[in-house]
């Protein structure tokens, strides 16, 4: 097998997994159906990934990459909490329509039993942590709300929110609950406007500077 040929049978392999993951399930999950998938023999799935797990691992990895590299386009225009609620919105909408919430919380739920599995998942969910965080901080942060709740907390509460949510939409039929959520979101996040406004430098904050005269 030429190295050519090697990339695009990877390629083949990691698109078939993805779209087996979303159709069947992890339960349905094979390297038999995704190399059927992929038309090619089920050994190529060893013979590149090791097994089926890693596969299924290096789909979450693609399909990770690129929502991240747009997502990180569509949050660099938010400057007010309001914003971000309304990006968040088309993110989770985006990552539902597109299938990643499906592979990922087909994982999620696959690593209860797997403890391997559950090491490898918490592993890429801190980029996702951070990118949160970072955001948070650049929109509220030296701001009251963020002295009330830090945006690493906040990132934290995000994330458990989002996989909350992404488990919650195989319940919701017709998703009413869940943009409930989101609309709720919408409603408050006016609210909190006072409480993104940043405080003024104090005069004498200073080290070294006792503010006397």
């Known amino acids: ?26 339960a349905g999950t094979s390297a038999r159906t995704i190399a059927k998938a992929a038309d090619v023999n089920s050994a190529l799935v060893f013979y590149h990934f090791g097994g089926v797990d890693p596969l299924l691992l290096a789909a ?32 989770y909408r985006a990552d539902l329509e597109g299938g990643h919430i499906t592979v990922f919380s087909e994982l999620v739920g696959a690593s209860i039993a797997r403890p391997e599995l559950r090491e490898e998942i918490v592993r890429r969910s801190e980029p996702w ?11 509220i942060g030296g701001s009251p709300l963020a002295k009330l709740l830090p945006p690493r907390d906040l990132a934290y509460a995000a994330i458990t929110f989002y996989l909350g949510v992404n488990l ?23 609210r909190a406007k006072l409480l993104t406004v940043r405080l003024p430098r104090r005069r004498g904050s200073r080290s070294g500077d ?3 005269t």
């Open 1 to 26: 097998m030429t190295k050519q040929a090697g990339a695009e049978t990877r390629e083949r392999l990691i698109e078939a997994a993805a779209e087996t993951l979303r159709t069947e399930g992890y």
């Open 60 to 91: 979450l990895d693609r399909s990770s990459e690129q929502r991240m590299a747009a997502y990180e386009a569509a949050v660099a225009g938010a400057r007010t909490l309001e914003e971000l609620v309304s990006v968040a919105t088309e993110i």
């Open 129 to 139: 942590i951070a990118f949160v965080e970072r955001n948070l901080d650049r929109v």
């Open 168 to 190: 919650f939409t195989h319940l919701d039929a017709d998703r009413s609950r869940t943009e409930a959520l989101f609309a709720l979101a919408e409603r408050v996040a006016p």
């Open 210 to 212: 006792t503010g006397e």
